[in-house]
């Protein structure tokens, strides 16, 4: 406890980082960050911003920056953007790299000497229409932060199935599989059906009329009979984490076979 005390009075070390070293998280007038989930759980805290004020985003943005190097935030408007980006700019003590995906509203920072993981697995993220992008999007933004290589695969919905069978050999060389997909949640049924990989089902809220707001395709993949996972409507950044997860236990035993 004495090397962080002294390191944070050198101002080698910031409060809040020495705060989420002995507690594991970070408290702020926003809430608390929790700053060692990625150690002890394997991923990233994400901050939805969602909910919440552009302020009270970028307060919890500045925490995570200083106490991980990182700041993942999900759901995010232009405001919210905005908002920490200038926090940042003020309140953090390093340069900071942004990466604002506008289509899955996610905005991932790093300070400049943040060291990512790399994993060595792949996983494949796919979609059944551009109408999934958005979802999609969220979870590939999630597995590059946790170092998994991604591979998309897109637009290959069951309406012609010839649109999946040529992407076949891709979709079995994958360690993982996100499919998303909307209407009646079709696609990840069939693709479980044809690789022997794990299959994680993201229903997805496009469509129209009764059952549109994704409620048929999360009914139909529950219902799957074929085998596969299944998280809830919309869920991109649970299901990026899930397969974040198996990427990182393939990458693992992949390192101890060479």
Same mark, same amino acid.
């Given at each position: ?6 390191? =944070? ?13 002995? #507690?594991?998280?970070?408290?702020? $007038?926003?809430?608390?960050?929790? #700053? ?13 911003? /969602? ?15 200083? /106490? ?23 309140? &953090? ?10 289509? #899955?509203?996610?905005?991932? #920072?790093?300070?400049? *000497?943040? *060291? ?25 933004? =999630?597995?590059?932060?946790? $170092?998994?290589?991604?591979?998309? &695969? ?41 690789? *022997? ?26 219902? /799957?009979?074929?085998?596969?996972? =299944? &998280?809830?409507? *919309? ?15 393939? /990458? ?7």
């Amino acid at each position: 406890m004495r090397d962080l005390l002294e390191a =944070v009075a050198d101002g080698e070390l910031s409060p809040e980082a020495a705060e989420a070293r002995l #507690a594991g998280y970070v408290t702020t $007038g926003a809430g608390r960050f929790d #700053a060692a989930r990625e150690s002890r759980r394997g991923a990233p805290e994400g901050i939805l911003a /969602s909910g919440k004020t552009p302020a009270e985003v970028a307060v919890l943005a500045t925490a995570a920056l200083e /106490s991980t190097g990182r700041a993942l935030v999900t759901r995010t408007s232009d405001a919210d953007v905005d908002a920490v980006i200038e926090a940042a700019a003020e309140d &953090v003590d390093a340069a900071i790299e942004f990466d604002h995906d506008e289509r #899955a509203r996610t905005l991932l #920072a790093q300070t400049a *000497d943040h *060291d990512p993981p790399e994993l060595d697995a792949t996983v494949g993220v796919v979609t059944g229409g551009t109408a999934d992008g958005a979802v999609a999007g969220e979870a590939t933004v =999630v597995l590059d932060a946790m $170092g998994a290589t991604v591979e998309r &695969v897109d637009d290959v919905g069951v309406a012609h199935l010839g649109r999946v069978l040529d992407h076949l050999e891709r979709l079995r060389d994958a360690d993982a599989l996100i499919v998303a997909a909307g209407r009646e949640g079709a696609l990840p049924t069939v693709v479980a059906g044809l690789v *022997d990989t794990p299959v994680i089902g993201v229903p997805v809220s496009s469509g129209y009329g009764h059952g549109g707001d994704g409620e048929a395709a999360l009914a139909g993949m529950l219902q /799957s009979c074929t085998v596969l996972s =299944v &998280v809830n409507v *919309d869920a991109g950044f649970v299901a990026g984490t899930q397969a974040g997860l198996i990427a990182r236990a393939v /990458s693992a035993a992949r390192s101890q076979t060479e």
